[in-house]
């Protein structure tokens, strides 16, 4: 589903209408899983000054291979999905940013369970005595799935590799709790 809203340029401040996803179905649009992946489905380039800016208006990701859906809205928009109907089985995430909405596909790609991957978070920021770090999954990697993360260190990315095991690990911990 396509919308057309006034945009404002953040290089040039020129207004443009722009369209924009409200709707992203990878069912029907299976075109689109990659340019969710590469982010490139949520920029639009100014026809005044060409400086490539992100869109940030609220976004519903539907992807019924992985039974997914995201919510993506900074204002916690919430959307009451019928748990019945075409959409039964699905899981169903908020994301706060275009950022979290692309890791939440990423993690679903990888088979792996975001609530188990936060654990992982936590006890790698531990690892770190980093606190308020944002770590973001990035990919399995290696014979061994060591699990990828990325986080900012001065402006720039920097990534981390943590063993499966400790995923292992948390996912005990997590289905212990599930029990
Ligand atoms: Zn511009």
């Not at 040039?12 to 299976?30: A, D």
């Not at 075109?31 to 380039?45: H, I, P, Q, R």
């Not at 990423?106 to 770190?128: H, P, S, Y």
Request: aromatic share 6%; hydrophobic share 40%; charged share 25%.
């Amino acid at each position: 589903m396509i919308s057309e809203i006034p945009l404002k340029c953040t290089n040039c401040l020129n207004s443009n209408n722009v369209r924009i996803h409200t709707m992203i179905n990878t069912g029907s649009e299976p075109e689109m899983k990659a340019k969710v992946l590469d982010g490139s489905a949520f920029l639009w380039d100014c026809p005044h000054c060409g400086k490539s800016n992100l869109i940030d208006s609220p976004t519903v990701y539907i992807d019924p291979q992985e039974k997914l859906i995201v919510i993506c809205s900074k204002e916690g928009l919430s959307v009451e999905i019928p748990e019945d109907g075409p959409y039964a089985g699905f899981s169903i995430r908020q994301a706060d940013s275009i950022g979290a909405l692309i890791e939440l596909v990423k993690i679903f790609d990888a088979g792996l369970d975001d609530e188990v991957l936060n654990l992982c978070k936590q006890v790698t920021r531990m690892e770190m005595k980093a606190d308020e770090l944002n770590l973001r999954f990035v990919r399995l990697e290696g014979a061994d799935n060591e699990i990828i993360f990325t986080y900012p260190k001065k402006g720039q990315m920097e990534m981390i590799a943590i063993g499966f095991n400790v995923y292992e690990d948390c996912k005990a911990i997590i289905d212990g709790h599930r029990r």
